[in-house]
């Protein structure tokens, strides 16, 4: 992917500078359970992330209120760079396209970086969370050291492998600033025994919306050979039949809340061909 160094957002709060505060008893979550705590969460405003985390999840600061000096390495410093011009161009590009395909004014998202834990206006948040999107805040929150887990546990290398967490994330701000994810949340307190499901859809359609991105991305000629696959690597190397059978070796369908490795690939690819929020309508799909 083609991108400049030296970039700058008004909207990335660094806040690696911070620790989680969490007590060494805190239950470590699997992805399907700390996406049901986050869903809980978002719904009745209520930490349900602090009954089971075993910490108030508050950040620490130093003597004087200040919060301590950022220690980083430069691959991280060139990550931080890189994510923060992912950030402006996704914004940009979403500035444009909401008006015209959606009829909605777009609002920015902050993008948050942090270590180990922070609190969230969805509750206490943890590195084990994998990067999140918190609907109550409008903040995308990611610990830079899930994108050495990318590479490493789930094999998906590459900067738009990268790009396409935080243009996941942000699909998930669209959703909220349209009233899908209002929407969805309502249709899970009326039907919980659809909750996964409504939220697989929900997912998807993030997926989707990234792939939007991507198409504006491939028209502006900002991207390389061998990106697109790296995307749909990493979009296939999260779907909850093989995050499940790498910790378990068994896949259990009723228990899925991203969808398979297969319909997330999809569902990019999707919104990559066609560059249209219309086409991503994954509640409508059967």
């Avoid at 806040?15 to 705590?37: A, D, K, Y």
């Avoid at 890189?82 to 959606?102: E, G, H, M, R, S």
């Avoid at 050979?225 to 910790?247: C, H, M, T, W």
């Avoid at 569902?267 to 409508?284: I, L, N, P, V």
Wanted: charged letters at 20%; glycine letters at 12%; proline letters at 2%.
């Amino acid at each position: 992917m083609r991108w400049s160094m030296g970039g700058d957002s008004s909207n990335v709060e660094d806040r690696r500078g911070s620790s989680g505060g969490f007590g060494g008893g805190g239950m470590r979550l699997g992805l399907g359970g700390t996406v049901v705590l986050l869903v809980l969460s978002a719904v009745f405003h209520k930490d349900f992330f602090a009954l089971v985390g075993g910490g108030d999840g508050s950040a620490a600061t130093q003597a004087d209120g200040s919060v301590a000096p950022v220690r980083a390495t430069p691959q991280e410093d060139s990550l931080v760079q890189f994510v923060t011009f992912v950030l402006n161009d996704d914004q940009t590009t979403w500035a444009k396209l909401l008006p015209d395909q959606a009829g909605v004014q777009y609002q920015a998202a902050h993008l948050v970086l942090f270590r180990d834990g922070i609190q969230t206006g969805c509750g206490t948040g943890q590195t084990a969370m994998g990067p999140f999107y918190c609907p109550l805040d409008h903040k995308v929150y990611i610990d830079l050291g899930f994108y050495d887990e990318l590479r490493r546990r789930f094999g998906a290398p590459g900067d738009f492998a990268q790009a396409y967490v935080i243009a996941h994330e942000l699909g998930h701000h669209v959703q909220t600033l349209v009233g899908i994810d209002q929407r969805m949340r309502r249709a899970q307190q009326a039907n919980p025994g659809q909750a996964n499901a409504l939220s697989v859809r929900l997912e998807l359609q993030a997926d989707c919306f990234a792939g939007v991105w991507g198409h504006s991305t491939q028209e502006r000629s900002i991207l390389e050979q061998g990106d697109v696959q790296e995307a749909l690597a990493a979009a296939s190397a999260v779907g909850d039949d093989r995050i499940q059978k790498q910790q378990s070796g068994r896949i259990n369908t009723d228990t899925f809340t991203h969808g398979s490795a297969e319909q997330r690939a999809t569902w990019f690819k999707r919104g990559f061909d066609s560059g249209k929020m219309a086409d991503c309508d994954t509640f409508a799909s059967r």
